[in-house]
């Protein structure tokens, strides 16, 4: 029999609890595999900015966050909408 103090759902919430984690951290193979993706797959481009300028890192970082962007994203969509509005003829 149930004590009054019992609600449902308590059971799954103390079996959560009582789970131990199996994470055990970035492999090495992890590693080595996401360095062979980025080497095949990726190319860096590089952008600098100045860094006691106004327009810093940071107020483009932020810019990108208040959007919804990380600032890899935010910059290549600004890239391409610059492009798709500025045509240029071949």
């Given at each position: 029999?149930?004590?009054r103090?019992?609600?449902?759902?308590?059971?799954?919430?103390?079996?959560?609890?009582?789970?131990?984690?199996?994470y055990?951290?970035?492999?090495?193979?992890?590693?080595?595999?996401?360095?062979?993706?980025?080497?095949?797959?990726?190319?860096?481009?590089?952008?600098?900015?100045?860094?006691?300028?106004?327009?810093?890192?940071?107020?483009?970082?932020?810019?990108?966050?208040?959007?919804?962007?990380?600032?890899?994203?935010?910059?290549?969509?600004?890239?391409?909408?610059?492009?798709?509005?500025?045509?240029?003829?071949?």
């Amino acid at each position: 029999m149930r004590s009054r103090n019992h609600r449902k759902g308590d059971n799954k919430a103390m079996a959560e609890e009582n789970k131990k984690s199996t994470y055990r951290g970035y492999t090495e193979a992890q590693n080595k595999a996401t360095q062979k993706y980025v080497k095949e797959k990726l190319e860096d481009i590089k952008i600098r900015v100045v860094k006691d300028s106004e327009k810093n890192r940071e107020y483009y970082k932020e810019a990108a966050v208040k959007r919804g962007y990380s600032l890899n994203q935010f910059a290549l969509t600004a890239m391409d909408e610059k492009i798709e509005r500025e045509p240029v003829e071949e």
